[in-house]
């Protein structure tokens, strides 16, 4: 069967409502659904190889695709609770599309990691992150949300080697890959509770300044605003005005992306930066905008907005 009749064939047999996606790229060899992560390209491989002899299979593998483009919309859209169970379903159709454990591990921890940062639980994935970095020391993406988990946890001084590991050296152990503006991004945000030296923020900056403007994308997920971590690096710098100009970005591109659980994050942030500069006058509105949208959409967890903006506000 050809590649343009099979991707039709396995759509329809999928229930697909979508008529391109990520079977789609695999089938037509698209560089914009075949850039996404290693774990997207072991992905295609399998379905390459069980294609004309498995057609159920790659019924389960477009099946398995969709729930993931499914799951990554309803996280981006603060549909947590939902985000979750979808997560979980796409990590059921890709084991029975028979990808990889690797693979499979890949996109739940990535979809996972969304989900339970946003809710407040993200210190719940430690140890699996832990495990990752432990199995793959030289990826990048999973030190750095590793780092994330930890400082998330107020487990600042644990954090730190991880951190440092990446942005030392101007970043020398950050490759120029796909996933660089995510680690960059990543790197931004937690400065302003790590507390690296100033020439180290000042390259993660710069490095990540031509990516203002734009979410990033992880390969399962859509990540934070870059113009979030830019801010916190800044902040993190001193560097009051040019801060407050990234997070009023960061803040506009959630609004206008209905990216409602980044925006609650985006808006904490900045109230907590205000805050810490002594503008409790304009820290107020932003922390309680925050609260309401995190108490709507349920980012109630250790970490999560609702408690960190109650605490913020007294």
């Known amino acids: 069967m050809r590649w343009p009749a099979l991707k039709r064939w ?43 002899s498995h057609p159920v299979v790659i019924a389960c593998a477009a099946r398995a695709y969709v729930l993931g483009d499914d799951t990554c919309a309803a996280g981006f859209a603060g549909e947590l609770a939902r985000a979750e169970a979808l997560a979980i379903e796409c990590s059921e159709a890709s084991r029975a599309a028979d990808f990889t454990d690797d693979v499979i591990l890949t996109v739940l921890g990535a979809q996972l990691y969304m989900v339970r940062l946003c809710q407040g639980r993200v210190s719940e994935l430690t140890e699996l992150l832990a495990q990752r970095v432990e199995a793959a020391p030289g990826a990048p993406i999973w030190r750095v949300a590793l780092a994330g988990a930890l400082v ?33 991004c990543g790197l931004g945000r937690l400065s302003y509770r790590i507390r690296p030296e100033a020439p180290i923020v000042r390259s993660i900056y710069e490095k990540l300044e031509p990516f203002t403007g734009y979410f990033n994308w992880t390969g399962g997920t859509i990540a934070d605003a870059n113009d979030l971590g830019l801010g ?20 506009e591109l959630c609004e206008r992306a ?13 109230a907590r930066v205000l805050d810490g500069r002594g503008d409790k006058t304009e820290a107020r509105p932003r922390a309680e905008r925050a609260l ?16 960190r903006a109650i605490a913020l506000l007294g």
């Not at 590991?165 to 960059?184: E, M, S």
């Not at 800044?234 to 407050?244: N, P, S, V």
Request: proline share 6%; with cysteine.
């Open 152 to 184: 998330e946890a107020d487990r600042v001084d644990e954090a730190r080697p991880h951190y440092l590991f990446l942005a030392d050296d101007d970043c020398a152990g950050t490759p120029p890959d796909i996933v660089f503006p995510v680690v960059l």
């Open 232 to 251: 916190m690096a800044a902040a993190t710098l001193g560097e009051d005005e040019r801060a407050d100009k990234h997070f009023a970005a960061a803040i």
């Open 10 to 52: 396995a759509f329809g047999t999928s229930g697909s409502r979508y008529e391109t996606g990520w079977l789609g790229g695999t089938a037509t060899g698209s560089r914009q659904s075949s850039t996404g992560a290693p774990g997207r390209l072991a992905a295609s491989s399998t379905v390459r190889s069980v294609a004309r």
């Open 258 to 270: 209905g990216a409602r659980a980044y925006l609650a994050r985006c808006l904490l942030d900045w």
């Open 292 to 307: 309401e949208l995190g108490t709507e959409i349920g980012m109630i967890g250790p970490s999560g907005v609702v408690p």
